[in-house]
């Protein structure tokens, strides 16, 4: 099983980035998938989840209208589209496969938002 995140780098506050993860070794489209945020000296927090079918997303308040989460079962990888960035979303991002009491993580990619 591998999730392998790819996308980070530095951007300007005000620009956007797109993260992929490309999953393998088991049935993506049978999974939900979540992408998670951690900051130094921060807790992981979840900031975008999409089910299994692709019909619900949902995310918190500090991202909503700013991130997209999708995914394209063919390709077996799912996206964030980040828009409008801060620098308060600086962290590393990782994505997250779910399917009831089974998980995988990928390694994380890091995203930076400065000036």
């Known amino acids: 099983v591998q999730l392998v995140e790819s996308g980070g780098g530095l951007v300007q506050p005000g620009g956007s980035l797109r993260l992929s993860c490309a999953a393998s070794?088991?049935?993506?489209?049978?999974?939900?998938m979540s992408w998670y945020r951690q900051a130094p000296g921060k807790e992981r927090e979840r900031v975008a989840s999409?089910?299994?079918?692709?019909?619900?997303?949902n995310y918190p308040d500090s991202v909503k209208g700013r991130f997209t989460i999708s995914r394209d079962d063919a390709k077996n990888t799912v996206y964030l589209q980040m828009n409008s960035l801060k620098p308060e979303d600086t962290a590393v991002y990782y994505c997250?496969?779910?399917?009831?009491?089974?998980?995988?993580w990928g390694q994380g990619t890091q995203v930076t938002v400065s000036s």
């Open positions: 999409i089910s299994n079918t692709g019909g619900f997303t």
């Open positions: 997250k496969a779910v399917r009831g009491a089974r998980e995988y």
């Open positions: 070794g088991f049935t993506f489209s049978a999974y939900g």
